[in-house]
């Protein structure tokens, strides 16, 4: 199957400062890049959906200035937290899917980051 | 009510049993159907795609039933191995295309 890569794989950070995690597909061009959110044993919370070139698209209750999303090629997204807090520590997973809706998505490893 | 529902278990049952699992859906527009499992801590992972006909690969069969907006996933023979949380996932197909998870169903197999 399709290859993401996400970095880092974890990062711990103080309260404050910005995160940046990358996504990248490896081996196929990702038209579509979504992020997602997981808190202990809860299921993936879908945070936006980006497409290449454009805004992206942020789910309720998801603030788009506190989350920024860069989908700047068909190979890489970014999801920056900003000036991050401990509620923001959390299991982020990134997704990608080619140019049809009918593909499937294929996932990164995940970042875990940790807020102190 | 949630978009994608699923029991959430625990199921713990012994090495060898058949297992089944079921997902609700409530968005008629939803076009294209998915299990995935994950293994605790690690992303999720395709375990089989839902066709309308249904399927099989080995010893997990998949079901869909459109008119009752449910999908269900049947382990045969389980294996330690299969002990994981399947995810019931739902691509609703519009003008924003839009993936949706269940929360999951914990399996526990025990020698």
């Known amino acids: 199957g399709a290859v993401v890569s996400q970095h880092p794989s974890r990062v711990i950070c103080k309260s404050g400062t910005s995160v940046k995690i990358e996504c990248r597909s490896l081996d196929f061009q990702a038209t579509t890049m979504f992020w997602y959110r997981q808190f202990p044993k809860q299921s993936l919370m879908l945070m936006a959906t980006s497409n290449e070139g454009s805004k992206a698209t942020y789910e309720q209750g998801v603030e788009k200035d506190k989350f920024l999303i860069n989908h700047a090629s068909l190979t890489l997204s970014t999801l920056t937290v900003t000036s991050a807090h401990p509620e923001d520590s959390s299991f982020y997973i990134c997704?990608?899917?080619?140019?049809?809706?009918?593909?499937?998505?294929?996932f990164g490893p995940g970042t875990r980051l940790l807020v102190l | 009510r949630k978009e994608v529902e699923q029991d959430p278990g625990p199921f713990n049952v012994p090495e060898g049993a058949t297992v089944a699992f079921n997902c609700t859906y409530s968005n008629s527009a939803s076009q294209s159907f998915f299990w995935y499992r994950q293994d605790c801590r690690k992303e999720p992972k395709l375990l089989m795609s839902?066709?309308?006909s249904g399927n099989e690969d080995g010893r997990f069969t998949a079901q869909l039933n459109r008119a009752s907006q449910y999908i269900s996933l049947l382990i045969r023979d389980s294996k330690l191995s299969d002990s994981a949380t399947y995810l019931c996932v739902v691509n609703i197909w519009s003008s924003a295309s839009k993936i949706i998870f269940g929360s999951g169903t914990r399996l526990s197999i025990r020698p």
């Open positions: 839902v066709y309308s």
């Open positions: 997704s990608a899917r080619g140019q049809s809706q009918k593909e499937t998505q294929y």
